[in-house]
């Protein structure tokens, strides 16, 4: 991804928040600070490359700090869970109703949630490559670091999505030890390989449109 598109990226995203906080309703207020979050991760893959950082202490401290706050993109996919909150039906007519503040919140949360989600497996699949081209991997451990970043994503939804614990607990982790320890069971175990799957799906036609567009 060049330069140019890094900062409409960036200038998009500045956008969006502007107009989520002038337009937004409160009940989607939440959007703001979800889609900051979602930001983050996505700026951190911008300064990883198989040269950058020079160090390689200060390269895999980037992929950590990275990798922690990475399930925040693709968990805005979560968020549309929300959608149930718009009431979109007419009762009496059983149609959706044509109601410009309800639309404004339909486009406002899947723009988000779509947006964060496509430009993270961009990212995964860029530090993948990164450490890839540094160490001199092939493309099966290219596809293996891949799935495993997928799967420490997916987990990473889950914990905040279900233990409601957020990125910034890092700096207590003495208040997430003991959820962490005690979330495992087969019904925790089934969600996040299916939160895995939806990613690794979204991730697949990404690299298809992808390879399909080099050709040309």
């Known amino acids: 991804m060049n330069k140019r598109t890094r900062w409409i990226i960036r200038i998009a995203v500045i956008a969006y928040l502007i107009l989520a906080y002038l337009c937004i309703h409160d009940e989607f207020t939440f959007l ?28 895999w401290i980037l992929i950590i700090i990275w990798i922690l706050f990475l399930p925040n993109a693709p968990y805005m996919l979560t968020d549309l869970m929300h959608l149930t909150l718009l009431d979109p039906y007419n009762w009496n007519t059983g149609l959706i109703r044509a109601n410009i503040g309800l639309w404004a919140n339909f486009s406002e949360l899947v723009i988000a949630a779509l947006t964060a989600t496509i430009i993270s497996m961009w990212g995964i699949d860029h530090v993948a490559t990164a ?72 991730y697949i036609a990404l690299m298809i449109f992808r390879n399909n567009q080099a050709q040309h």
Do not use: C, D
């Open 131 to 202: 450490i890839t081209q540094r160490y001199h991997y092939g493309k099966g451990k290219h596809f293996l670091i891949v799935n495993v970043i997928l799967f420490l994503s997916a987990l990473g939804i889950y914990i905040g999505r279900f233990l409601r614990l957020h990125t910034i607990f890092l700096i207590t982790p003495f208040w997430v030890i003991k959820p962490l320890m005690t979330m495992w069971s087969w019904h925790m175990i089934a969600i996040v390989l299916m939160l895995y799957f939806v990613q690794f799906i979204i």
């Open 32 to 59: 703001i600070l979800n889609t900051f979050l979602a930001y983050i991760p996505i700026e951190l893959s911008f300064h990883i490359n198989a040269q950058s950082p020079q160090k390689s202490w200060l390269f």
